[in-house]
């Protein structure tokens, strides 16, 4: 069974940093691509990043390009997030996905505020 629990998660001030962790289980991780998404309070879900199986190559929605970084660890099935200069309007819950899944964690809190 497809298992994807999030962490890192907490309350940031504006331009601080936050790495977020994801450890999958279930599945043969290094085949697929993996994602970040968030949801922002009151509002749908929207895709953050996404990382090839190999992870050469990423992609970014425009709103976090150039703040946010997609990496992972095969060996050790683990996809993070590492966000930098946070703004209030990062805050959501993130959660990881795999492309080929439909199986989604809890998710881990992000909230940015002075």
């Known amino acids: 069974q497809v298992q994807l629990v999030e962490s890192g998660g907490g309350l940031v001030q504006p331009g601080g940093s936050l790495r977020l962790s994801c450890s999958a289980s279930g599945f043969l991780f290094t085949s697929y691509s993996m994602r970040w998404y968030r949801r922002p309070p009151g509002k749908e879900r929207e895709l953050v990043a996404t990382i090839s199986p190999d992870g050469t190559r990423t992609q970014y929605v425009d709103a976090v390009k150039g703040r946010f970084t997609i990496s992972r660890d095969n060996a050790k099935n683990t996809v993070y997030l590492q966000m930098n200069s946070l703004k209030p309007e990062d805050t959501a819950v993130y959660y990881c996905?795999?492309?080929?899944?439909?199986?989604w964690g809890q998710g881990t809190q992000v909230t940015v505020s002075s």
């Open positions: 996905k795999s492309t080929a899944h439909a199986y």
